[in-house]
């Protein structure tokens, strides 16, 4: 096995972020190996993309746990098995507890579609587009417990221009997502040690 750090990213859905990140280490622009995908969504797009860069991927129904600690100590331990020392959350849609959280502390990473704090939850590029404003962005930060609230890695501000729609909005910030999320991992990476694993 090689040195390069080793990634779980985790997506609900369409897996446009994961993506990106795979093409980034594909070229060697992101040097770190993605160990597996890790979703709970049996039919999401992210799975054919996986499958597509050749990615494992370890689909997790929540529904067949007992409890949401269950299904976290579940995934803890595949993780660890497979050696990932950093997880990625690109678009998944499920509020990890503090014991997933502490088993990964200060390695998990996250992208939200708004300059943070500004429009926190859910549904952040239609909120700031309903709101009326002239700018959002896109901020990828470390997660705590606190959700959408972590120390901040990376931000850029991303532009609502009159004419645009929520569609065009949401575009012109997923373009953002793709250059932003892979160039911050990269720098995380950096300037975190990791052990060797053999
Ligand atoms: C992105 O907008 C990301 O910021 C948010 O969820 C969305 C995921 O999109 N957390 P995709 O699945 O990567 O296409």
């Known amino acids: 096995m090689d040195a390069k750090p080793r990634l779980a990213v985790f997506c609900s859905g369409n897996g446009s972020n994961f993506e990106a990140i795979a093409a980034a280490v594909k070229k060697n622009k992101l040097r770190a190996r993605i160990a597996c995908l890790v979703c709970d969504k049996p039919g999401a797009r992210a799975v054919e993309r996986a499958h597509r860069y050749q990615v494992p991927v370890v689909l997790v129904n929540p529904k067949l746990f007992s409890s949401r600690k269950d299904y976290e100590k579940f995934i803890v331990r595949v993780l660890r098995n497979q050696g ?22 200060g390695k998990i990473l996250n992208i939200h579609p708004s300059y943070l704090p500004q429009f926190k939850g859910a549904h952040a590029i239609r909120d700031a587009y309903e709101a009326g404003v002239r700018e959002t962005g896109v901020t990828v930060h470390l997660v705590t417990e606190d959700v959408d609230t972590g120390p901040i890695l990376a931000q850029e501000r991303v532009k609502i221009r009159p004419s645009d729609t929520l569609a065009s909005l949401e575009k012109r910030i997923h373009a953002v997502e793709h250059r932003l999320y892979p160039a911050a991992i990269t720098a995380f990476l950096k300037s975190t040690p990791f052990k060797k694993i053999k």
């Open 84 to 105: 990932v020392e950093v997880v990625i959350l690109a678009g998944f849609m499920r509020i990890l507890t503090p014991h997933f959280i502490r088993a990964y502390q």
